[in-house]
């Protein structure tokens, strides 16, 4: 005779859709703590490549406030025989770059020539520390900042710029004509590269965050 048949029974429901369990504290939907914003100033005397510094690494299209160079700048603006720089900074510039999901940096660049040295104070305010663009063939550009962030407090990494991948002169040289000590740290780097700027930009995370520790334990 067989087996009898199974009774007829309504279709399955499908099963719930996943939902991911509620954090702790939370309405239900998964948190995730933003990023802790650190403002960084890329900073240095004219042509030195902060601008190229700021765009290199920048996860947004970088804020620049470049203007074109006229003949009036002749003998005032000095970009240096090796540049082929057309425009320059008159304000700042501004980019950003996340290094992890804790920690994400704000890069304010500083114009370069000394007329617009009064806009220094302000972008230097709430900064945690600073990146020095120096060309080591140009070195005395690289002085008013310097004596800026000395005279401030503000940690900060003289970064020499590796223009066509060479220095004028190494970076013990370099050292002793800039007259800064041993607890300032002295990197080479390349602006157009991207790893190259954020290993730079590191060293002045690293810096400034030692110096957060010290303050902190004093």
């Not at 970088?62 to 009036?72: R, S």
């Not at 990494?157 to 013990?172: C, I, M, R």
């Amino acid at each position: 005779m067989g087996r009898a048949a199974p009774p007829a029974t309504a279709a399955a429901a499908p099963p719930p859709s996943y939902r991911p369990p509620a954090a702790a504290g939370g309405t239900g939907a998964h948190r995730r703590t933003p990023p802790i914003p650190v403002k960084i100033l890329v900073a240095g005397g004219f042509g030195v490549g902060k601008t190229t510094t700021v765009g290199a690494i920048s996860e947004i299209v970088p804020l620049t406030t470049e203007a074109e160079m006229t003949i009036a700048g002749i003998g005032v603006d000095d970009p240096g025989q090796r540049s082929d720089k057309t425009t320059t900074t008159v304000a700042m510039d501004f980019g950003c770059v996340t290094i992890d999901r804790s920690l994400k940096l704000y890069l304010f660049g500083t114009p370069g020539q000394a007329r617009f040295g009064f806009m220094w104070e302000d972008l230097a305010r709430g900064a945690l520390g600073a990146l020095v663009v120096a060309d080591s063939a140009r070195l005395d550009d690289c002085y008013p900042a310097i004596d800026f962030f000395e005279r401030a407090g503000l940690p900060f990494v003289v970064g020499v710029n590796a223009f066509d991948g060479q220095l004028a002169h190494d970076l013990n040289a370099v050292r002793w004509a800039l007259a800064i000590g041993e607890h300032v740290p002295l990197v080479q780097f390349d602006a157009r590269d991207r790893l190259s700027v954020r290993d730079a930009l590191l060293v002045v995370l690293d810096r400034a965050l030692d110096r957060a520790i010290r303050d902190k334990r004093a």
